[in-house]
């Protein structure tokens, strides 16, 4: 049975912006990809709402975008693919699952995710939350999706498992920014998933930061994790990123 690698570097740190987060992803998969971190996981922290497409979406049929503008709400654009991502930082928690893609050898994209995934599974049901995993990329409960996934496969031999999960649901932002559940404009483009979404809190007493312990707790069962900060040339990398992508119109619009 596939098993994720004994070795992981965590890593946090204080409240970053949205995109440099996801520069941050690749800052560090260059490291893992040089061979001078062992795989990863960065338990994201951030400080503004923020709705994050896919790669392969479109922006119009997945975003409002004058109502993002006047909840001050900002839109981004990753490079991974799968459906949007409403990220408010008080009820949400993102993680990334930075590996050698030989790590994951042999096995379907199915099984990827569901093993990427599968220490934060383990962590929610033990705070008594009835989740499962739900093929593709999504966690969730009978009731509803909790969490939902996505992959970048690197050519430097690296995957980019990133995750958010809802700790507690922003509803009426969610539903005015996002386009889920409204009717599809026809544009090109990949279509987030029409799935109601429930957070954990609904099921136990557990805070957010409660979650997030859990998880560090079932990352450690059993692994060599060593904490740790990010290094300079990661954060070069993810300001390289930034400019390039993350923060360029450009890249937002280019499935408009």
Request: charged share 25%.
């Amino acid at each position: 049975m596939a098993q994720l690698p004994e070795r992981f570097d965590l890593l946090t740190s204080r409240s970053l912006s949205v995109a440099l987060n996801l520069g941050l992803d690749h800052g560090v998969a260059t490291e893992v990809g040089a061979g001078r971190r062992p795989a990863a996981v960065r338990i994201w922290n951030w400080d503004e709402t923020c709705a994050v497409i896919g790669s392969s979406q479109s922006l119009s049929n997945e975003i409002d975008l004058e109502a993002a503008s006047v909840r001050g709400v900002r839109v981004l654009r990753r490079s991974s693919g799968g459906g949007t991502m409403f990220m408010d930082p008080k009820n949400a928690i993102t993680y990334s699952v930075i590996v050698p893609t030989e790590a994951l050898a042999g096995m379907s994209l199915r099984e990827s995710y569901a093993l990427c995934d599968s220490w934060v599974l383990e962590a929610v049901q033990g705070l008594g939350v009835p989740a499962f995993y739900r093929p593709i990329n999504d966690i969730a409960t009978a009731e509803g999706k909790i969490g939902g996934a996505a992959q970048r496969r690197m050519a430097n031999g690296v995957t980019i498992h990133h995750a958010t999960m809802s700790w507690d649901i922003e509803g009426p932002a969610m539903l005015a920014v996002t386009r889920l559940f409204r009717d599809d404009l026809g544009t090109r483009g990949a279509k987030s998933a029409q799935k109601k979404v429930v957070g954990i809190s609904h099921y136990c007493g557990a805070s957010k930061a409660d979650v997030v312990v859990a998880m560090i707790k079932s990352l450690e069962d059993g692994r060599a994790v060593r904490r740790g900060t990010y290094r300079p040339s990661e954060l070069v990398e993810a300001q390289k990123m930034i400019k390039s992508k993350f923060g360029s119109r450009k890249w937002l619009h280019r499935i408009d």
